[in-house]
C-alpha cells in the first residue's frame, strides 16, 4: 500500500458545536457519508466494524491482503488501494488508523481530495504536524475528527455531568493513571500512545488548558523511548492535574479520579459497569485544633452500558452530515496536541539537566 502526500492549507479556527457553512461540512447531498478505513490492524478491524455496523462502511484498505479478504468477506465492503479511495467520489470520508508516522501524509491527501477525516489518537507525534491538518481541514470545510474514544464513554460523561453540576464542588485535583503491560510500541513512546486520553479527560473537567506542564519519562526497555512517563498540569485559580501513564506495569489500571470541594469521584474503566462511577462524599474539617477527616461508603452513579466506539463513529457521521464541529474536532484535538507537545519538551529538558549532573 502506498501513501499519497497531500499539501498544508491555511486557515481560520472554529469552536466546537458551531455549524459551518460551505460545501465541506454540508455535502451536496447533505447525506451522512460512506466512509473507507485506512489501515485496518487491531485498532482498524474495530473502526471498520462499528462504521460496519452504522451501515456506512464502503472499503477498507491494507497492506495485508488477507486482512482485506478478511473484512470484505465479513462486513460486505470492498478492498481498495489509497488512491482509489481518495479519487472515488462515492466515498466522503476516511478513518485514518495508520501508524501515527503516517497520520499527516493520509490526512492531508484525504482533505485535498475533498474528504473528512477521523483521524485515531494520536493526531500526530508532534505539534507543527497537527496544526497542518487542522489548518488545511478549515481551509477546505471539512470535518477533522480524532479518536480521543473517551469523551464518549458513557462512564466519563457521567464524571463530567458530576463536574460541571457542581456536586463535586470546585475541582481542587485530578488524578490519572492508564497503566498495564504492554502493548509496547516502536514508533512513540508512552507519552504518545497512552496519555491522549487522560489529558483530553483532564481538560474536558478542568473546563480549559494549563498554565504550567512538567513531565518525566522513564525509558527501562531503550534509553530514548520513554516506557512510563509522569505529568504534572497546573491550572488557573490553582487547581493541579497529575497524569501517570506506563506500559511497563504488573497490571491493567484505567482510573481517573476528582478531588472536589464537596466530594471525590472516580471514573474506573476496570471495574463493571455498576461501579465504573462511584461518589466517595469524604468529609474532611480544618475546624478546630487539628484537621478531621470522616469516610463515608462510595456510593454508585447509574452508568448506561453502550460501546464508546460505536458512539465515537456515530457522533463523526453526524457532524460530518450537519455541519457541527465534534466534540474531539480541531479545538480540542490541537489542546491536547498542546499539552502533549509541552510535555514532551519538558522531558527533554529533564532528561538534558539529568545527563549533564552525571557527566
Not at 466534540?327 to 507537545?341: C, N, Y
Request: with cysteine.
Amino acid at each position: 500500500m502506498r501513501y499519497t502526500r497531500g499539501r498544508s492549507q491555511a486557515g481560520t479556527s472554529s469552536a466546537p458545536g458551531r455549524a459551518r457553512a460551505g460545501k465541506g461540512y454540508m455535502d451536496a447531498q447533505n447525506e451522512t457519508p460512506r466512509v473507507a478505513v485506512i489501515g485496518c490492524g487491531a485498532w482498524g478491524r474495530n473502526i471498520a466494524r462499528c462504521f460496519a455496523t452504522l451501515g456506512r462502511l464502503e472499503a477498507v484498505v491494507d497492506p495485508n491482503a488477507e486482512t482485506v479478504e478478511s473484512l470484505t468477506a465479513l462486513f460486505g465492503c470492498r478492498g481498495a488501494s489509497v488512491e482509489e479511495v481518495l479519487a472515488d467520489e462515492t466515498i466522503g470520508a476516511v478513518a485514518i488508523a495508520t501508524p501515527p508516522s503516517l497520520h499527516r501524509e493520509v490526512a492531508l491527501a484525504a482533505i485535498a481530495a475533498g474528504k473528512h477525516v477521523y483521524i485515531e489518537k494520536p493526531l500526530t507525534l508532534n505539534y507543527p504536524d497537527a496544526l497542518a491538518v487542522a489548518e488545511a481541514a478549515r481551509a477546505a470545510d471539512r470535518v477533522m475528527m480524532t479518536g480521543h474514544i473517551l469523551q464518549f464513554h458513557n462512564g466519563f460523561r457521567a464524571l463530567k455531568e458530576l463536574v460541571t453540576s457542581g456536586r463535586l464542588g470546585e475541582v481542587r485535583r485530578v488524578h490519572a493513571n492508564r497503566l498495564n503491560l504492554g502493548a509496547v510500541r516502536k514508533e512513540e513512546d508512552a507519552l504518545w500512545c497512552l496519555a491522549p486520553h487522560d489529558v483530553s479527560m483532564t481538560l474536558a473537567l478542568m473546563g480549559g488548558s494549563p498554565e504550567t506542564v512538567e513531565a518525566f519519562g522513564e525509558g527501562h526497555l531503550r534509553r530514548d523511548t520513554a516506557d512510563a512517563v509522569t505529568m504534572r498540569l497546573g491550572f488557573p485559580g490553582g487547581s493541579q492535574a497529575m497524569i501517570h501513564v506506563s506500559w511497563l506495569h504488573p497490571f491493567k489500571e484505567h482510573r481517573i479520579s476528582v478531588i472536589g470541594s464537596k466530594a471525590m469521584a472516580v471514573f474506573d474503566d476496570c471495574l463493571p459497569w455498576d461501579r465504573k462511577v462511584q461518589i466517595y462524599p469524604h468529609q474532611v474539617s480544618l475546624d478546630g485544633g487539628s484537621p478531621t477527616v470522616v469516610r463515608a461508603d462510595p456510593v454508585p452513579v447509574d452508568v448506561e452500558p453502550a460501546e464508546p466506539l460505536l458512539a465515537e463513529c456515530a457522533h463523526f457521521l453526524e457532524c460530518c452530515a450537519s455541519g457541527v464541529e465534534p466534540i474531539t474536532g480541531a479545538t480540542e484535538a490541537l489542546a491536547v496536541m498542546d499539552v502533549l507537545h509541552r510535555s514532551a519538551l519538558s522531558m527533554t529538558d529533564h532528561q538534558v539537566h539529568a545527563a549533564r549532573a552525571s557527566a
